[in-house]
């Protein structure tokens, strides 16, 4: 089974530009998360869609952070404009239930991002 | 302010030894509980679950123990291989096993042959 596809692995861009993030979650799951990890610390929930529908958007900031889960498959996050601070691995998510099992959440291996 | 807190950032076992990473969190109402494995350069995995309603859960060579009196948790992994080599996060839920997850920062765990 293939897991959560996320590209670019990474991205170098000077501050004030946009940049775009794309995840593909594991077929099937109808959960998708997006969250960003700084250095040193644990992932932290920026949005959660079910299907195509942003269920807990409260943690992105929503000045320049923006995302879309168009047919409730493939999500995009994007930055606009980047600032220094925003430099971090952003990590994909996504959860379905499996019969019988917990709903836990299974990562890409993120993008990491520097903004110069 | 940090509602689930790994208090040791780094720990070092010897081969075959115990592991024993710990984990506490402030939020009493917290109802699901997970550890996460994650490598360099890599998203984290899932490892091992425990519901507020057990103390207790085991698959293999992890165990999680639950005291939610004390509101904490641990991660036993026993016998410890080098390839138990990572960063563990601990994540607790509000909403079950489908609800959001809330990370701690992470222990990162080094077995040495």
């Known amino acids: 089974e293939a897991g959560v596809v996320q590209s670019p692995r990474y991205k170098i861009i000077e501050k004030k530009q946009p940049v775009a993030f794309w995840c593909n979650p594991i077929s099937g799951h109808n959960t998708l998360y997006w969250y960003l990890q700084n250095l040193g610390q644990g992932p932290e929930l920026l949005i959660r869609y079910e299907n195509e529908e942003a269920v807990d958007d409260s943690q992105l900031p929503k000045d320049r952070f923006s995302a879309e889960r168009l047919k409730g498959v493939d999500s995009t996050l994007k930055i606009q404009p980047a600032e220094l601070g925003d430099s971090a691995v952003y990590l994909c998510a996504s959860s379905g239930r499996l019969a019988g099992g917990p709903n836990e959440q299974f990562f890409g291996p993120g993008t990491r991002l520097t903004v110069l | 302010d940090q509602q689930v807190k790994q208090n040791s950032p780094s720990l070092s076992v010897q081969e075959g030894r115990i592991s024993i990473l710990n984990c506490d969190y402030t939020?009493?109402?917290?109802?699901?509980f997970l550890w996460y494995k994650k490598y360099p350069a890599e998203g984290p995995t899932f490892l091992i679950s425990i519901s507020s309603i057990k103390d207790k859960n085991e698959d293999g060579r992890f165990t999680v123990f639950l005291n939610k009196s004390a509101k904490h948790l641990s991660l036993h992994i026993v016998p410890s291989q080098p390839g138990d080599s990572a960063v563990y996060f601990c994540a607790a839920s509000l909403g079950g096993s489908q609800g959001n997850l809330i990370f701690g920062k992470g222990t990162k765990l080094s077995v040495k042959p």
């Open positions: 939020n009493s109402m917290f109802d699901y």
